[in-house]
């Protein structure tokens, strides 16, 4: 990360394609090589925004030797609340999220991202491949996708049906690397009216869950794009994080449930949020393979008797209704 020369006194561009935010507090042992990650890229056309939550150790002394980054400090309580900070001060079109543990690996990464978005107008959001490092800075194995490099996601239309039929288990993209569509983000990133009980979780998870649910189409480059840092403090946020999965599959349930009631129709659309009608999107056609996989396949991985009892109950529902 060291091994190239950057200008300390180089300024960002007044309206730059992409802002880099980078989420930290009381990190100073990992923070440079964030930071030199980022500054690493061959791509210039970036501004590099650190959230510093209200760091007591030094953090900041480390951050102010680069005249290039924008901080923007306050008093945080969790990642959403410096997140949101930053995004309130970003002026690029795309935006790209980090911690101040994790950081880039590949050096065409940016380059690469932002091509993808400026070429085809469909595509919302890019992601790439994601390696594990340990605490004192060695790599590990791949983290996502398990296949890499041979890992091939379904395109559009059909990603939309794979996260409807599977969730999120099946519809995942490293939230540490990918490349989104500025207006998108902020957007989506806000409280959910038709989901309250999202409001609770974390946004990044809440960006996920609406950026699926409105059918913006993601895709995927076989990049090693970014690294993921085990640390101290991991372990507090993962059983957070748990609880919030158990509540965005608890959404992604009661969304299912109302496509196949016929209340809501799901649709893909393109960045601009015109609705693309093609493929498996045909409203019926969408019923029909929530029902087959809601119906016919749980069939086949659990206790058929069971599975009976609950099938009745749910056929004597919907004709109740």
Request: proline content about 4%; overall charge positive.
């Amino acid at each position: 990360m060291k091994d190239f020369v950057f200008d300390l006194d180089r300024k960002s561009p007044e309206i730059p394609a992409i802002s880099v935010i980078c989420i930290n507090k009381n990190h100073s042992d990992y923070i440079e090589d964030t930071i030199l990650s980022v500054l690493s890229q061959n791509y210039s056309d970036f501004e590099f925004i650190i959230a510093d939550g209200g760091s007591e150790d030094s953090s900041l002394d480390v951050i102010n030797k680069y005249k290039f980054i924008r901080l923007v400090s306050g008093k945080d309580s969790s990642r959403g609340e410096g997140l949101n900070r930053a995004l309130q001060v970003a002026r690029g079109r795309y935006a790209m999220v980090t911690t101040s543990t994790d950081g880039y690996l590949s050096r065409e990464w940016f380059k690469s991202a932002a091509s993808v978005l400026d070429k085809d107008p469909q595509i919302s959001l890019v992601f790439g491949a994601s390696v594990s490092m340990s605490h004192d800075g060695v790599l590990g194995a791949v983290t996502f996708p398990k296949k890499f490099p041979v890992y091939r996601p379904l395109k559009k239309e059909k990603w939309s049906l794979m996260w409807l039929m599977k969730g999120i288990s099946k519809s995942y993209y490293p939230e540490l690397n990918y490349c989104v569509r500025m207006d998108i983000f902020r957007k989506l990133m806000g409280s959910s009216s038709e989901f309250p009980e999202l409001n609770k979780i974390d946004p990044i998870l809440r960006f996920h869950f609406e950026f699926n649910r409105l059918g913006y189409i993601p895709y995927y480059l076989p990049i090693l794009a970014n690294y993921g840092r085990t640390h101290n403090n991991q372990e507090q946020y993962s059983e957070s994080n748990n609880s919030f999965v158990r509540i965005y599959d608890k959404s992604w349930k009661k969304y299912r449930k109302s496509i196949v009631l016929g209340h809501s129709v799901h649709c893909i659309r393109e960045s601009g949020g015109k609705i693309i009608t093609q493929g498996r999107q045909h409203p019926r056609l969408m019923r029909i393979c929530l029902i087959w996989d809601m119906f016919i396949i749980k069939p086949l991985v659990i206790n058929p008797i069971i599975y009976t009892k609950w099938l009745l109950k749910k056929v004597f529902r919907l004709f109740k209704r």
